[in-house]
């Protein structure tokens, strides 16, 4: 089976424009099946996108799971203070670890399908928003992104 993730980097890059398309019965796509994300072109709802003075404020709080799903490099280079790193392409995997195994491998706690303060970022919110469909096909229906990225925090936090 195939994350969603993946399946729209596969079609793209074989010019299927059939891949476009809704979800067929069953979570297929171009004829292949995918995972348990979300894969259908539905808008993000506005309530799962949090914004910079969102994100400072839970940030200050201590009350935000923050997942960065840049790959390891970009993480290195530059990041929120406070993130874990959970690259896209590992984090359907990484999301169905036990508990346990979670918190040893990423040394944080390991989110849970009804906690509230889920939040993934990337660099300018596409990968974030790929990474909140799949934690929503996953359960983790509460979970939301900060569309800006690390691109507008690092913008807005030189000024």
């Avoid at 398309?21 to 979300?38: E, H, Y």
């Amino acid at each position: 089976m195939l994350s969603c993730a993946l399946l729209r980097r596969l079609c793209f890059s074989a010019g299927k424009a059939a891949c476009s398309g809704p979800v067929r019965p069953g979570g297929q796509r171009c004829g292949l099946r995918t995972s348990a994300a979300r894969c259908g072109d539905v808008p993000p709802d506005p309530a799962s996108i949090v914004t910079y003075e969102e994100l400072k404020s839970l940030l200050s709080s201590r009350s935000v799971q923050l997942f960065d799903v840049r790959n390891p490099d970009e993480f290195q280079a530059g990041r929120i203070q406070g993130a874990v790193n959970i690259p896209l392409d590992t984090l359907e995997q990484s999301l169905k670890l036990a508990p346990q195994r979670f918190e040893l491998q990423f040394k944080a706690k390991a989110p849970g399908k009804d906690d509230y303060d889920i939040v993934f970022h990337c660099q300018r919110g596409r990968r974030s928003a790929t990474a909140l469909e799949i934690a929503w096909g996953l359960g983790f229906k509460r979970a939301r992104h900060y569309a800006g990225g690390y691109s507008e925090w690092e913008a807005r936090e030189k000024k």
